[in-house]
Every structure is written in structure tokens, then in C-alpha cells.
């Protein structure tokens, strides 16, 4: 299985700063049509996954603009430019490329 | 807007069969290319993807679970269903139904979540 790695595990951050939560793939993501399946989620307690960012740098419709995905390969970065309160929870990197998906471990953001 | 919903036995025991139902609405099991995803997530672990069947019926599962998964659907009934035999403790986790997405190979909606307790 391709492990997905990620840090730090955990992240205190200052309301207003940014924070970057870095991801590291054990094989490259991009599958055999040249496309890089890399996906953020945001997960709050007692809730579901929430997706952020799809292949890469995609952000999905309602997702503040202060979210943004980068990389490539096997490494790949979430950038969060002002943390506000709402963005306290777990982040997870996924990658659909090769089966079975797998999830880093996640990253936990809270304020300082 | 889809949405999906997790149901069935929050506790199963030992060696028995763990079957749970996600009910779709605002959209068809039988529309795609989808694949209508098992995901899930023991108490303070990352999230481990179980299975999926796609839109033409195909099931695939996870190796490390491949012998004892069953997953199916019923369009009759817009659900697909997860099976799991011989359950442990390990099986132990929180359960979300997911549609996964061939574009993006990653799951916009979700169910909230079910959690099964395997104990005696």
C-alpha cells in the first residue's frame, strides 16, 4: 500500500498566522494519464470528512480562498494563509491514485 | 444535493457478520462514474478505505480485508450495503459511506457515520 506521511502531527498555531501541513507519499501519485490524485480533507470531531482540495491544488466550491494545495510526485503541501477558529480540527492528505486509497495520519491544527 | 445516511447494528460480537446499509438520496446508485465507498476510522487512526462497488456493479476491496468483505448494491432501494465477516475487536470503528468520484478519484459527500462496537 502506499503510505502517506504527514507533519507535523500536530500544529498550535496563532489566529491571523498561517500554517503548512506538509504530506509525503511512499510511491509517486501520478497515475498512468499524467493526473496527480493528491486530496485535503478536514475532519471535526464527531463529523465526517470534509474535502478541501482535489488533485492537487483544486479547491472545492465554498472553501475559503485562504486554503491552498501545492506539489507534485511524492510531495505535496496544504497552506492555510490566516488561520481563523473555525479551522481547529484534523487534516488529512489522501491519494486516489493507486488502490487500495490510503490517508496520512493526520495533522492536528488547534489554536494557541 | 446528495446525501447519504449510515445504518445498522452499533454492536456486533465476536466472529459474527457486521452489515450495515448506506441510503442515498438526491441522486442514483445506478447514475456515474461513481464508486459507492466503505470507509472507515478506529478510535484515533487514520481513515482506511474498506471498499467500493462502482456504477457498473464491480465490486473491489481492500486486500488486507478481501476475504471477509461483501459489498453490494440494491438500486431498488437507491442503498449498497457493507458486510464484514468474522469480526474482532480490530473491526472496532466509526463506519462512513462515501461516493467516490472517477474525476477526481476523492469523495465530496459522506455520510455522518456510524460507529460499531465489536464486544461481546
Known amino acids: 500500500d502506499v503510505v502517506m506521511t504527514q507533519s507535523p502531527l500536530s500544529l498550535p498555531v496563532t489566529l491571523g498566522q498561517a500554517a503548512s501541513i506538509a504530506c509525503r507519499s511512499s510511491?509517486?501519485?501520478?497515475?498512468?494519464?499524467?493526473?496527480?490524485?493528491l486530496n485535503w480533507f478536514h475532519q471535526r470531531p464527531g463529523q465526517s470528512p470534509r474535502r478541501l482540495i482535489y488533485?492537487?491544488?483544486n479547491r472545492d466550491s465554498g472553501v475559503p480562498d485562504r486554503f491552498s494545495g501545492s506539489g507534485s510526485g511524492t510531495d505535496f503541501t496544504l497552506n492555510i494563509d490566516r488561520v481563523e477558529a473555525e479551522d481547529v480540527g484534523l487534516y488529512y492528505c489522501m491519494q486516489g491514485t493507486h488502490w487500495p486509497w490510503t490517508f496520512g495520519q493526520g495533522t492536528k491544527v488547534e489554536i494557541k | 444535493q446528495v446525501q447519504l445516511q449510515e445504518s445498522g447494528p452499533g454492536l456486533v460480537k465476536p466472529s459474527q457478520t457486521l452489515s450495515l446499509t448506506c441510503t442515498v438520496s438526491?441522486?442514483?446508485?445506478?447514475?456515474?462514474?461513481?464508486?459507492w465507498s466503505w470507509i472507515r476510522q478506529p478510535a484515533g487512526k487514520e481513515l482506511e478505505s474498506i471498499g467500493h462497488?462502482?456504477?457498473?456493479?464491480?465490486?473491489t476491496y481492500n486486500p488486507s480485508l478481501k476475504s471477509r468483505v461483501t459489498i453490494s448494491v440494491d438500486t431498488s432501494r437507491n442503498q449498497f450495503s457493507l458486510k464484514l465477516d468474522s469480526v474482532t475487536a480490530a473491526d472496532t470503528a466509526v463506519y462512513f459511506c462515501a461516493r467516490f468520484d472517477r474525476i477526481t478519484m476523492s469523495a465530496k459527500y459522506w455520510g455522518p457515520g456510524t460507529r460499531v462496537t465489536v464486544s461481546p
Open positions: 462497488i462502482y456504477t457498473s456493479g464491480s465490486a
Open positions: 438526491g441522486g442514483s446508485v445506478s447514475s456515474g462514474p461513481f464508486y
Open positions: 510511491q509517486s501519485l501520478v497515475y498512468v494519464d499524467g493526473t496527480t490524485y
Open positions: 488533485k492537487v491544488s
